[in-house]
């Protein structure tokens, strides 16, 4: 079973930018959808963006534009490159890879905060 590690959370101004990252902790695997979710206090977990291993992206309308994500298919990593913050982006951010025989790994979460 594949491990996620996340990092890169942390608190910051309305207008201000963070860097997310995720590192599977097996090299020797072929991770088909790496994506970031968030969950707000008081509600369902819900998709920001995903992106294949072909590098096709898929966004949130709600950060169109602002968030930017990317992966390291070397390194098995994913990375959500977060502009423009608002306070409504406040929420833990959860890293997911899906392997290529179908199994799924949830990172731990990171907390994001943005004050206004």
């Known amino acids: 079973q594949v491990q996620l590690v996340e990092s890169g959370g942390g608190l910051v101004q309305a207008g201000g930018s963070l860097r997310l990252s995720c590192t599977a902790s097996?090299?020797?695997?072929?991770?088909?959808?790496m994506g970031w979710y968030r969950q707000a206090p008081g509600k369902q977990r819900e998709l920001v963006a995903t992106i294949t291993l072909s590098g096709s992206t898929d966004y949130a309308d709600s950060v169109k534009g602002r968030f930017t994500i990317s992966r390291d298919n070397a390194k098995n990593s994913v990375y959500l490159q977060m502009n423009s913050l608002k306070p409504e982006d406040t929420a833990v951010y959860y890293c997911?890879?899906?392997?290529?025989?179908?199994?799924?790994?949830w990172g731990q979460g990171t907390q994001v905060t943005v004050s206004s």
């Open positions: 997911k890879a899906t392997q290529s025989n179908g199994v799924r790994a």
């Open positions: 097996r090299s020797r695997i072929i991770i088909n959808s």
